[in-house]
């Protein structure tokens, strides 16, 4: 069923209800940012936010996860909300009152607002238990940014049907965005965010005096040969409607002036929308790197360390999450992106097993146009706290619209 006007705004309501708490409980995460996938500070800020809800609460045993399940007053089916909890290894420089209190920490991606409207749309949904016929599922996830955090709790069981509240049926995500008009959610059926690979070459040749490169094998113009010659694999053997990204970011070699190094090492990413695109660039890599070393006489070393998965949206799941928020935020401020981001998310892990849909919250700050904005990961991002109260409304309109 489609939650009615009257409904939507008896949410909104609530939601700006707890706007405080949920402005409190974003401080409080984003003054003490933790990273990786130990958050124990963060853990018990959830905990606490949680404590007077009638929620079963269960704690990770490998991670510092939570999940929390809230049951509704008849049986039916259960729906995930996930929001994820970890910061970034870079150092504040927003002078915010509340800025990281932490050296060489900060919450770049927003992930603190994440946790404060996942407990607030907790806080709501609470108040309506005799609303709903099923349950449903919060998870407050570490390690997103890079630590496989979304899998780690899919390993501890949160996903099977023995799981704290069985086998979900949907699965929904928000993450805001500082370069998105605020109060705006973007979202698209389909491939929405990029799989993440680390591409890692070491080309070996032999050192020696740099006045006599014929008496070695310098491993240099082999390395700098294949970042030419892995660009035009990527243009000549993928199919050019699945998109392709490959970087080439980091070179190492060499001690000085004078000296011929024996190795040269260098890493970069590659981001692809498709299994099929994804297997092909791989392939691609080895025999790039393989044959170019080759050719200058040297051998590569070539390794690939898979990331996150494509982060699909369900189509059924993106379309009913878009209807939902047309009535939250109104239909003018609801976006179909035309187009997938190459960055990458881990929550793909989940809605690989689970049909679902993740989309974007704008908190673009006040009085800043979303091109000037300072995006997600730099140094002096700042969101538009009032945005989250969209969110959390949003959060709650899904669990209510499905379990209704």
Request: proline share 6%.
């Amino acid at each position: 069923m489609s939650l009615d006007a009257a409904q939507i705004t008896g949410l909104l309501t609530q939601a700006r209800g707890v706007q405080p708490r949920t402005v409190a409980l974003r401080r409080a995460v984003h003054r003490h940012p933790e990273l990786g996938l130990e958050l124990p500070r963060t853990r018990n800020a959830v905990v606490t936010a949680l404590a007077d809800l009638p929620l079963q609460v269960h704690l990770g045993r490998a991670v510092s996860s939570v999940v929390a399940v809230l049951e509704g007053h008849r049986s039916g089916p259960t729906i995930l909300l996930r929001g994820d909890m970890d910061a970034l290894p870079l150092a504040e420089d927003t002078g915010l009152a509340f800025a990281s209190q932490v050296s060489g920490a900060m919450h770049a991606c927003g992930h603190d607002t994440h946790v404060a409207m996942l407990a607030s749309a907790a806080r709501v949904l609470a108040t309506r238990r005799d609303e709903l016929a099923g349950r449903v599922l919060f998870m407050f996830q570490p390690g997103e940014e890079g630590f496989h955090g979304a899998r780690h709790m899919i390993d501890e069981g949160l996903l099977d049907r023995t799981g704290p509240a069985g086998r979900p049926d949907a699965a929904y995500a928000l993450h805001i965005s500082a370069t998105v008009p605020s109060g705006e959610v973007h979202v698209r059926p389909g491939p929405l965010m990029a799989a993440a690979d680390t591409i890692r070459v070491t080309v070996s040749g032999r050192g020696g005096h740099a006045s006599a490169p014929h008496d070695a094998l310098d491993p240099l113009p082999a390395a700098a040969a294949m970042v030419g010659a892995l660009q035009t694999a990527v243009t000549r053997r993928v199919d050019t409607h699945h998109p392709v990204v490959l970087t080439i970011t980091r070179i190492v070699a060499g001690t000085t002036t004078n000296i011929i190094p024996e190795t040269a090492f260098m890493e970069g990413t590659v981001r692809t929308l498709s299994e099929a695109s994804r297997a092909t660039v791989h392939d691609e890599i080895r025999r790039v790197c393989r044959y170019t070393a080759m050719a200058h006489g040297c051998t590569a070393e070539v390794e690939i360390e898979p990331g996150y998965p494509v982060t699909v949206n369900d189509d059924e799941a993106a379309d009913r999450l878009g209807r939902l928020a047309d009535t939250v935020v109104g239909r003018d401020r609801v976006v179909t992106m035309p187009t997938p981001i190459m960055g990458a998310e881990d929550f793909s892990y989940v809605l690989a097993e689970v049909p679902g849909a993740l989309a974007f919250l704008g908190g673009c700050p006040p009085g800043v146009h979303p091109g000037a904005a300072a995006p997600n990961h730099s140094n002096r991002v700042v969101f538009d706290e009032a945005a989250m109260a969209a969110g959390v409304a949003v959060y709650a309109g899904l669990a209510l619209d499905a379990l209704a």
